[in-house]
């Protein structure tokens, strides 16, 4: 049973960049069939999908965050990352970071508990 | 990008009552919608994808249906901890994965 946990500040200044982790346990960030994908809900609210990277370095962004969002896999931590640049109060939100079984019909299979990051200064 | 719409916002109902959630997409898109289960300060869990298909270990009670811009999930016979919300989403596209607003069934 795979599990996932983010890691990271809560707290993040204004224009500044926000950074987080997801490790991996109970399976390999490598397997073939998953892309690892994060996802954020601002409070109270709805869902929304940040971005997705396959282990070979493939990566789909949503468009709206593109500008200012990169991610990355680092296989031997069995872990990947999410940066977000320039942060404003809007980024205030919970992140998950989610396993996305990408097989005939995709959708996340595992998620990890959360982590709120609030944008202040 | 394809967007969901979801109905409906919010819904009251008892315990043992039959609940149904709309949710329509902007284009076809088969079968590839998902159907995720919220319960406060909790993660999203997926309890159908592929439109109809139950993860494991969710109940029977959980059903959903449809095919190309028109889905539905239904809870045959509500329980207490079905209270929560749940959201439709899209994995048609791997460059667009999208969600429908959110339907919260409250106790009534």
């Known amino acids: 049973q795979v599990q996932l946990q983010e890691s990271g500040p809560g707290l993040v200044k204004p224009s500044q960049t926000l950074s987080l982790t997801c490790a991996v346990s109970?399976?390999?960030?490598?397997?073939?069939?998953?892309?690892w994908t994060w996802i954020r809900q601002h409070p109270g609210k709805g869902l929304e999908w940040i971005g997705s990277?396959?282990?070979?370095?493939?990566?789909y962004y949503n468009p709206s965050l593109k500008s200012r969002l990169t991610m990355s896999v680092d296989t031997s931590k069995n872990q990947f990352s999410l940066e977000l640049t320039s942060v404003t109060a809007a980024d205030t939100a919970i992140y998950y970071c989610?396993?996305?079984?990408?097989?005939?019909?995709?959708?996340?299979?595992?998620w990890g508990p959360g982590t709120l990051v609030t944008v202040s200064s | 990008d394809i967007q969901m719409t979801q109905s409906p916002s919010s819904l009251s109902a008892s315990v043992g009552d039959r609940v149904t959630i709309t949710c329509r997409a902007s284009?076809?898109?088969?079968?590839?919608v998902n159907w995720i289960q919220q319960k406060p300060g909790k993660a999203p869990k997926v309890l159908i994808y592929g439109a109809s298909t139950l993860e494991n270990g969710v109940p029977s009670r959980f059903s959903g249906r449809g095919s190309g811009t028109d889905f539905t999930l239904t809870i045959s016979s509500l329980q207490p901890e079905d209270f929560a919300t749940y959201y439709c989403q899209q994995s048609y596209s791997n460059r667009d994965r999208t969600f429908g607003g959110g339907t919260k069934v409250e106790i009534k």
């Open positions: 989610a396993r996305d079984f990408n097989g005939n019909r995709p959708y996340w299979d595992s």
């Open positions: 109970g399976g390999s960030i490598s397997s073939g069939g998953y892309f």
């Open positions: 284009q076809t898109i088969s079968t590839y």
């Open positions: 990277i396959h282990y070979s370095g493939t990566t």
